[in-house]
């Protein structure tokens, strides 16, 4: 029986790293990666998504919008939530 890794998988269903359907793949995880890591910090400190929103001075649906997918969120908006909302450090990484 033949073992397959992720990189393989996503390599034969999406394509090769670079191709339009590849990046666009990898985008899309990539904010939902963000989505859930502020969904974890958010209830890692027993604190609801009205609460959260109360202290950035956002609604409770943009919270739950940016928990679902984290789309379209500002660098500012996203210093917010980490450092107003959530009492965390923002560490962006750029990786090549």
Do not use: H, W
């Not at 666009?24 to 998504?49: H, P, W, Y």
């Not at 609460?51 to 609604?59: F, P």
Request: hydrophobic residues 35%.
């Amino acid at each position: 029986m033949e073992t397959y890794t992720l990189d393989d998988i996503k390599k034969e269903v999406y394509g090769e790293i670079g191709t339009p359907r590849r990046d666009k793949i990898e985008a899309e995880l990539a904010s939902l990666r963000v989505g859930i890591q502020i969904r974890n910090a958010r209830e890692a400190r027993k604190m609801t998504q009205s609460q959260l929103a109360e202290k950035i001075g956002k609604e409770r649906s943009f919270i739950s919008k940016v928990e679902s997918d984290g789309k379209n969120l500002t660098l500012s908006t996203l210093y917010d939530i980490v450092t107003k909302g959530l009492g965390g450090k923002l560490n962006i990484q750029v990786q090549l």
